[in-house]
T-cell receptor
Framework: AQSVSQHNHHVILSEAASLELGCNYS??????LFWYVQYPGQHLQLLLK??????LVKGIKGFEAEFIKSKFSFNLRKPSVQWSDTAEYFC???????????FGRGTSLIVHP | DAGVIQSPRHEVTEMGQEVTLRCKPI?????LFWYRQTMMRGLELLIY????????DSGMPEDRFSAKMPNASFSTLKIQPSEPRDSAVYFC??????????FGEGSRLTVL
C-alpha cells in the first residue's frame, strides 16, 4: 500500500521567512500529487496539484511545489510567508488511474507576525 | 456555486446512541469520499463511492460503521452504537474523475 510521509509535524516561522515543507511517498508508478491547506476551523481546500508536465507547479497564494520523481518527493515552498498562512498543510498522493488519494499526517504551520 | 454540504456541523451524543452524518456532494461529481480526522491518526479514508457504488470500504473501522449513497446527490455515514473513541471530525468530499477533492465543512462528533 502506498504511504505519504510529511516529516515536519510542526513548523513555526516569522513573517517574511521562507517555507519548505517536505512530502515523500512510497509508490513506484505514475502518481497524481496534491497539496491541501486547512485554515483554522475550516475545511481542506486545494493549494496546488500535479498530474503531468512541468514538475514545478504553481498554486494559489504564492505557493509552489516541485515534483522530483527520483526522490519520490513533492515539497511545498513559499519564498515569504504571511501570518495568514497559519494553517495545517496536507500532502496527498494517488496512483495514476486511481482517484483515491492517500493523505499525509499534515504539517502544522504557525507564522508569527 | 454550492460546495459540498454536510450536516450536522456539530453533534454531541452519548455512548450507545446512533449517529447519522449527511453529505450532499457537488452536482455532477461522480466520486464521494468519507474521511475521519483525529489528532492521533490524521486524515483517514473511511469509504469511497464511485457512481453511487461503494468501491473501497476497507477503511471503515468496524461493523458499527455503515455508509450509503442512495443517489448521486446524497450520502450518509451511520455509527451505531457510537463510542467515545468515535469522536472526530468527519469530512465528506466529492470529485470528478480527475481526482481533485472538494471537501465539505465537516461534522464534528463528540461522543460522551
Amino acid at each position: 500500500a502506498q504511504s505519504v510521509s510529511q516529516h515536519n509535524h510542526h513548523v513555526i516561522l516569522s513573517e517574511a521567512a521562507s517555507l519548505e515543507l517536505g512530502c515523500n511517498y512510497s509508490y513506484g508508478g505514475t502518481v497524481n500529487l496534491f497539496w491541501y491547506v486547512q485554515y483554522p476551523g475550516q475545511h481542506l481546500q486545494l493549494l496546488l496539484k500535479y498530474f503531468s508536465g512541468d514538475p514545478l507547479v504553481k498554486g494559489i497564494k504564492g505557493f509552489e511545489a516541485e515534483f522530483i520523481k527520483s526522490k519520490f518527493s513533492f515539497n511545498l515552498r513559499k519564498p515569504s510567508v504571511q501570518w495568514s498562512d497559519t494553517a495545517e498543510y496536507f500532502c496527498a498522493v494517488s496512483p495514476g488511474g486511481s482517484y483515491i488519494p492517500t493523505f499525509g499526517r499534515g504539517t502544522s504551520l504557525i507564522v508569527h507576525p | 456555486d454550492a460546495g459540498v454540504i454536510q450536516s450536522p456541523r456539530h453533534e454531541v451524543t452519548e455512548m450507545g446512541q446512533e449517529v447519522t452524518l449527511r453529505c450532499k456532494p457537488i452536482s455532477g461529481h461522480n466520486s464521494l469520499f468519507w474521511y475521519r480526522q483525529t489528532m492521533m491518526r490524521g486524515l483517514e479514508l473511511l469509504i469511497y463511492f464511485n457512481n453511487n457504488v461503494p468501491i473501497d470500504d476497507s477503511g471503515m473501522p468496524e461493523d458499527r460503521f455503515s455508509a450509503k449513497m442512495p443517489n448521486a446527490s446524497f450520502s450518509t455515514l451511520k455509527i451505531q452504537p457510537s463510542e467515545p473513541r468515535d469522536s472526530a471530525v468527519y469530512f465528506c468530499a466529492s470529485s470528478l474523475s480527475h481526482g481533485e477533492l472538494f471537501f465539505g465543512e465537516g461534522s464534528r462528533l463528540t461522543v460522551l
